[in-house]
Every structure is written in structure tokens, then in C-alpha cells.
């Protein structure tokens, strides 16, 4: 992995955890994920249109095929987290859901893509995953919430294997623009979350009204962290990039101990310390 592909991954790991903190304290849910949804297809909108309009990308069925099947996995993978944040700790569902995702990506990377990562590198990717695993303990799924939050968060690592996928093809192989391709994923949120949140516009206005700076906030985040991890898959494997961004679980531990008071601060920043040291054999690899 090059020194730009690693710092552009580091910067979105920060933005990423940031906005799923502020996903926990507002509460989670589907109405959430409209409100960010929509706030960052509007966000996006006019620099999306204006790239399409001065420099047209290449868009023909294979492009439009790998955009809109990682469009459709994001909107269920943003719905099953905020599901999983209603019912589980931040520090819980996280580190589960980030865990499972670069491992699966690893794999599939190698089997459907060909990448040939290094045995550095593949250390890494183990170390990576080690760590994120040994921040969830068995005493944490006690109840019969915490069971279902965590099988939330292993469908949530299924999803995030499934969209890097189909997200490093668009924008390696057949070259969709980062920008392009979050904002069809912006889009998707709003648009086919749109008939729900009608139905529920009465809990829109409240939403809104409670936490409205939250749903912004995130609106900007989400799609500036990813148009970082799509730009970093351009330029370096897939199987590289997905895990080095879990480095966002170190800095998730970290606020969920210290900013929501879920406890256990040293064992959580052990393991999640373990994960840099498999994004540094990531990046020498």
C-alpha cells in the first residue's frame, strides 16, 4: 500500500468512526438514515453534475451495473446498522461489523479478483482482524438485545464485503469517479427510503427537530469518508485497503469508552492498539 493510499484510508477511518458515534447518540434507526441520506444527496448533487457535465466519465452497462448494485447493498447495510446501534453499544456492534467486513473482503479480493496480497500484508489483514474480534467479549451478549446486535453486526461486515467488492470495480476497473459513484449511493438512500419516511413523517419532524445537527453532521461525514476509502481503492488492492481502514476501530473504541461510558477502557484499547500494528504490516506489505 502506497504512503497517499494509507494516509487518505487513516483520515476516513477518523471520519468514519465520527459519524457513527454521532449515529449511536442520536439514536440510530431508519429516519435517521433518510436524514443523512437526503442531506448528503443534496450536498452532493451540484458537484456530481457538474463533473458529469465538464468531464463525462465512462458509464456504460458495466459501470452502471457495479454502481447501482453497491447503491442498493449500501441502503440495507446503513438500515441494519442503525438497527444494530438501537439495540447493542457502539463498542459492540462496531468492532463486529468492521471485523467481519475486511476479513470477507480479503477473501473475496483473492478468489474473484485475482489480487495476490503479500504474506506481510495477510498478516496484517489477521492482526486486523484478531484485534477487532478481541474487543468483543462473551459477557457482552448476555441479553437477548445484545444476541441480535450482534448477528446485526455480522450481517453489517456481510454487506460491507459485498459493497468494497463491487465498489473497487466500478472505480478501478471501469473507472467511475469516487465522487460519481457515493453519490449514486446518496441518491439510492434517499429515493428508496423516501415512501418509509413519508409514512413516518410525523417522526421525521421530531427527528429532525432533536437532532438535526447530528443528521447533518453525519450527511457531510458519511460521504467524505468514503470518497477518501473509493479514491485509495484506485490506486492500491482492495485487499490492502478494506482492512487498513478498520483502523477506525481504534479510534470508535476510544469514544465509545471515553465519550459514552461503555467501560472496559484497557482491554478495548489493547486490541484495538494490536489492529495499527496489522495496518503498518498492511502498509510495509
Given at each position: 500500500?502506497?504512503?497517499?493510499?494509507?494516509?487518505?484510508?487513516?483520515?476516513?477511518?477518523?471520519?468514519?468512526?465520527?459519524?457513527?458515534?454521532?449515529?449511536k447518540?442520536?439514536?440510530?434507526?431508519?429516519?435517521?438514515?433518510?436524514?443523512?441520506?437526503?442531506?448528503?444527496?443534496?450536498?452532493?448533487?451540484?458537484?456530481?453534475?457538474?463533473?458529469?457535465?465538464?468531464?463525462?466519465?465512462?458509464?456504460?452497462l458495466?459501470?452502471?451495473?457495479?454502481?447501482?448494485?453497491?447503491?442498493l447493498?449500501?441502503?440495507?447495510?446503513?438500515?441494519?446498522?442503525?438497527?444494530?446501534?438501537?439495540?447493542?453499544?457502539?463498542s459492540?456492534?462496531?468492532?463486529?461489523?468492521?471485523?467481519?467486513?475486511?476479513?470477507?473482503?480479503?477473501?473475496?479480493?483473492?478468489?474473484?479478483?485475482?489480487?495476490?496480497?503479500?504474506?506481510?500484508?495477510?498478516?496484517?489483514?489477521?492482526?486486523?482482524?484478531?484485534?477487532?474480534?478481541a474487543?468483543?467479549?462473551?459477557?457482552?451478549?448476555?441479553?437477548?438485545?445484545?444476541?441480535?446486535?450482534?448477528?446485526?453486526?455480522?450481517?453489517?461486515g456481510?454487506?460491507?464485503?459485498?459493497?468494497?467488492?463491487?465498489?473497487?470495480?466500478?472505480?478501478?476497473?471501469?473507472?467511475?469517479?469516487?465522487?460519481?459513484?457515493?453519490?449514486?449511493?446518496?441518491?439510492?438512500?434517499?429515493?428508496?427510503?423516501a415512501?418509509?419516511?413519508?409514512?413516518?413523517?410525523?417522526?421525521?419532524?421530531?427527528?429532525?427537530?432533536?437532532?438535526?445537527?447530528?443528521?447533518?453532521?453525519?450527511?457531510?461525514?458519511?460521504?467524505?469518508?468514503?470518497?477518501?476509502?473509493?479514491?485509495?481503492?484506485?490506486?492500491?488492492?482492495?485487499?490492502?485497503?478494506?482492512?487498513?481502514?478498520?483502523?477506525?476501530?481504534?479510534?470508535?473504541?476510544?469514544?465509545?469508552?471515553?465519550?459514552?461510558?461503555?467501560?472496559?477502557?484497557?482491554?478495548?484499547?489493547?486490541?484495538?492498539?494490536?489492529?495499527?500494528?496489522?495496518?503498518?504490516?498492511?502498509?510495509?506489505?
Amino acid at each position: 500500500m502506497t504512503a497517499t493510499a494509507l494516509g487518505l484510508v487513516l483520515v476516513a477511518a477518523v471520519l468514519h468512526a465520527t459519524w457513527n458515534l454521532l449515529a449511536k447518540r442520536a439514536g440510530g434507526g431508519v429516519v435517521l438514515v433518510w436524514l443523512y441520506g437526503t442531506t448528503s444527496a443534496v450536498l452532493l448533487t451540484p458537484p456530481a453534475l457538474a463533473l458529469l457535465f465538464l468531464r463525462p466519465p465512462p458509464l456504460g452497462l458495466p459501470q452502471l451495473t457495479f454502481t447501482l448494485a453497491s447503491a442498493l447493498i449500501h441502503v440495507v447495510y446503513f438500515v441494519v446498522l442503525q438497527r444494530g446501534y438501537q439495540l447493542g453499544d457502539l463498542s459492540l456492534v462496531y468492532p463486529i461489523a468492521r471485523g467481519t467486513g475486511p476479513v470477507l473482503t480479503t477473501i473475496a479480493a483473492i478468489v474473484f479478483l485475482g489480487e495476490r496480497p503479500s504474506a506481510l500484508a495477510l498478516a496484517g489483514a489477521a492482526l486486523v482482524a484478531v484485534g477487532v474480534f478481541a474487543l468483543v467479549k462473551p459477557a457482552h451478549a448476555t441479553t437477548v438485545d445484545s444476541r441480535r446486535a450482534v448477528a446485526f453486526g455480522l450481517v453489517t461486515g456481510i454487506l460491507i464485503a459485498a459493497y468494497t467488492i463491487c465498489d473497487k470495480q466500478a472505480v478501478a476497473r471501469y473507472a467511475v469517479p469516487p465522487l460519481i459513484q457515493q453519490w449514486a449511493t446518496c441518491l439510492a438512500l434517499a429515493l428508496l427510503l423516501a415512501p418509509l419516511a413519508i409514512r413516518r413523517r410525523a417522526e421525521v419532524r421530531t427527528r429532525w427537530r432533536s437532532h438535526r445537527r447530528e443528521a447533518i453532521a453525519i450527511g457531510v461525514l458519511v460521504p467524505s469518508a468514503y470518497i477518501l476509502v473509493l479514491a485509495a481503492m484506485t490506486i492500491s488492492p482492495v485487499s490492502y485497503v478494506a482492512p487498513a481502514r478498520e483502523v477506525s476501530i481504534l479510534f470508535g473504541t476510544i469514544m465509545g469508552t471515553q465519550l459514552l461510558d461503555e467501560g472496559r477502557t484497557g482491554p478495548r484499547i489493547a486490541a484495538a492498539s494490536a489492529m495499527v500494528l496489522g495496518v503498518v504490516a498492511l502498509a510495509l506489505g
